[in-house]
C-alpha cells in the first residue's frame, strides 16, 4: 500500500521496529475503513453507474502518512474484489420459477426396462420480472429506505413500483429477506 522505503542495520533497532509496525497498524486500520465503507454502500455494487461512484469515493479516508494515490489503489483493489465475490455469488444464486418438466420415456423394450417406463425426468425454469426483482432485493439493505437505493437502477425501480401499486410489495420484501 505504501512505497517501500528501505530499513536496514546490521544490528536489531528497536525504534525502527516500532516506527514500522505503527506504519503497518495505520494502513491495516485504512483497509479496515475502506472496506467497512463499501460495505456500507454494498447496494451500489449492483449497477456500473454505483461502482463508478464507489471506486470515485476513496477521498473519504484521509492521511497525512500515506499518500492519497496509494489510497485510492487501495480502494479500487477493495470494490474490485466486493465486485467479483457480489458476481459470483448472483451467478450462484438461483431464484427462478419452474416452468414444466419433461419426461423421457423408453420408446421400445431393452433388457433392463419395458417400452413406457420413465428413462429421465427434467425441470425446466425461466426466470420472470418478479424473479429478477428478488434477485436484485437479496442485496439491498432491506432496513433502510429501500426506493432510494434502487434509484441507480431505473428498470428495477420500475418494477418495484409496479409491484408495490398491487400491493404484493411487503410479500415480495419478505420473501427476499427469508433469501438473504
Same mark, same amino acid.
Given at each position: #500500500? $505504501?512505497k517501500?522505503? #528501505?530499513y %536496514? =542495520?546490521?544490528?536489531?533497532?528497536?525504534i525502527?521496529?516500532?516506527s514500522?509496525?505503527?506504519?503497518?497498524?495505520? $494502513? /491495516?486500520k485504512? &483497509?479496515?475503513?475502506?472496506?467497512?465503507?463499501v *460495505?456500507?454502500h454494498?447496494?451500489l455494487?449492483? %449497477?456500473?453507474? +454505483?461502482?463508478?461512484e464507489?471506486?470515485?469515493?476513496?477521498?473519504v479516508i484521509?492521511?497525512?502518512i500515506?499518500? /492519497?494515490?496509494?489510497i485510492? %489503489?487501495e480502494h479500487n483493489?477493495?470494490v474490485d474484489l466486493?465486485v467479483?465475490v457480489?458476481?459470483?455469488?448472483i451467478?450462484?444464486?438461483?431464484i427462478?420459477?419452474?416452468d414444466? $418438466?419433461?419426461i423421457?420415456? *423408453?420408446e421400445?423394450d431393452? &433388457?433392463?426396462?419395458k417400452?413406457g @417406463?420413465?428413462?429421465?425426468?427434467?425441470?425446466?425454469y425461466?426466470?420472470t420480472?418478479?424473479?429478477?426483482?428478488i434477485?436484485?432485493?437479496?442485496?439491498?439493505?432491506? %432496513?433502510? @429506505?429501500?426506493?432510494e437505493?434502487?434509484? =441507480?437502477?431505473?428498470?428495477i425501480? /420500475?418494477m *418495484?413500483?409496479y409491484?408495490?401499486s398491487? +400491493?404484493w410489495i411487503?410479500?415480495i420484501?419478505?420473501?427476499?429477506?427469508? &433469501?438473504?
Amino acid at each position: #500500500m $505504501i512505497k517501500s522505503v #528501505m530499513y %536496514t =542495520s546490521k544490528y536489531h533497532n528497536q525504534i525502527k521496529e516500532n516506527s514500522v509496525k505503527h506504519l503497518l497498524h495505520i $494502513i /491495516a486500520k485504512i &483497509k479496515n475503513q475502506l472496506s467497512q465503507y463499501v *460495505y456500507d454502500h454494498k447496494h451500489l455494487l449492483l %449497477t456500473y453507474s +454505483g461502482i463508478k461512484e464507489l471506486k470515485n469515493s476513496y477521498k473519504v479516508i484521509k492521511s497525512d502518512i500515506i499518500p /492519497a494515490y496509494n489510497i485510492s %489503489t487501495e480502494h479500487n483493489l477493495i470494490v474490485d474484489l466486493y465486485v467479483n465475490v457480489l458476481s459470483q455469488h448472483i451467478k450462484n444464486l438461483n431464484i427462478r420459477l419452474q416452468d414444466k $418438466i419433461v419426461i423421457q420415456r *423408453y420408446e421400445s423394450d431393452t &433388457k433392463y426396462h419395458k417400452k413406457g @417406463d420413465i428413462k429421465s425426468i427434467q425441470f425446466k425454469y425461466r426466470s420472470t420480472n418478479l424473479t429478477k426483482l428478488i434477485k436484485y432485493l437479496v442485496y439491498v439493505d432491506l %432496513t433502510k @429506505d429501500i426506493k432510494e437505493q434502487l434509484k =441507480s437502477s431505473e428498470a428495477i425501480l /420500475a418494477m *418495484y413500483e409496479y409491484y408495490e401499486s398491487k +400491493g404484493w410489495i411487503d410479500r415480495i420484501v419478505s420473501l427476499a429477506q427469508s &433469501k438473504q
